[in-house]
């Protein structure tokens, strides 16, 4: 499946408008958040941790991720929109508050205000930026690739490499009860590749600078 850089921005528009007239403002407690992640901390807390399904990758760093987007990915895991045993019964036991608590408080976990902004991605191989070129990366997620025009979609430089590649792949799955993500967007990018192309993609967008971190908990330090 392939789409145009035009109709691509078309299902952005689409979505982003979509989002905002849906989203219901609840404002997130990071405060409460930490109180909240006891489900959390024992795969996200701990630096390298990997998973085991649907196969073997180290779990997303998600301490300095984007607020809106961490609400947004449980909620896609809460609807089925993102097929993952696990973590579709652990956001299926949240509540939209509790979602907002927690998304604000990894939103701020190891950050330091004071940094100074990423500045644009560098160049990798000849190969990589082909296929950076060709997905559009920098028109939705920022010329850094963690920067992302819209703060439901997610900072993605620095993010481990095998989670990256699961992650696309599973955009390209369809009809597995219980593996894919349901995006059209996403959807329509990952399947012009073949896996070995957006293994090579995993590769160049986890060797950039990032701002994400896996912060163990300070009650457990």
Do not use: W
Request: charged content about 20%; hydrophobic content about 40%; proline content about 5%.
């Amino acid at each position: 499946m392939n789409l145009s850089l035009r109709s691509l921005t078309a299902l952005l528009v689409a979505s982003v408008t979509v989002f905002a007239a849906q989203a219901q403002e609840i404002k997130g407690d990071a405060a409460a958040g930490l109180k909240k992640n006891a489900m959390c901390i024992g795969c996200h807390g701990i630096e390298g941790y990997q998973a085991s399904f649907p196969e073997i990758y180290k779990v997303p760093k998600i301490s300095g991720q984007a607020e809106k987007y961490i609400v947004s990915a449980l909620n896609a895991y809460k609807k089925g929109e993102r097929k993952h045993p696990s973590m579709r019964g652990i956001a299926t036991s949240l509540s939209d508050q509790d979602m907002a608590d927690l998304a604000a408080y990894y939103a701020v976990s190891g950050v330091d205000a004071n940094a100074k902004p990423l500045e644009k991605a560098a160049n990798g191989s000849a190969k990589a930026m082909e296929l950076v070129v060709k997905g559009g990366c920098a028109s939705c997620h920022g010329e850094s690739l963690s920067n992302p025009i819209d703060p439901s979609y997610p900072k993605i430089s620095g993010q481990y490499k095998d989670y990256l590649y699961v992650a696309l792949k599973a955009y390209k799955t369809e009809g597995n009860p219980q593996v894919g993500r349901g995006n059209a967007i996403m959807g329509g990018i990952a399947k012009q590749y073949s896996n070995a192309e957006l293994k090579e993609l995993a590769s160049y967008v986890a060797s950039l600078p990032g701002v994400l971190k896996s912060v163990p908990d300070s009650r457990f330090r």
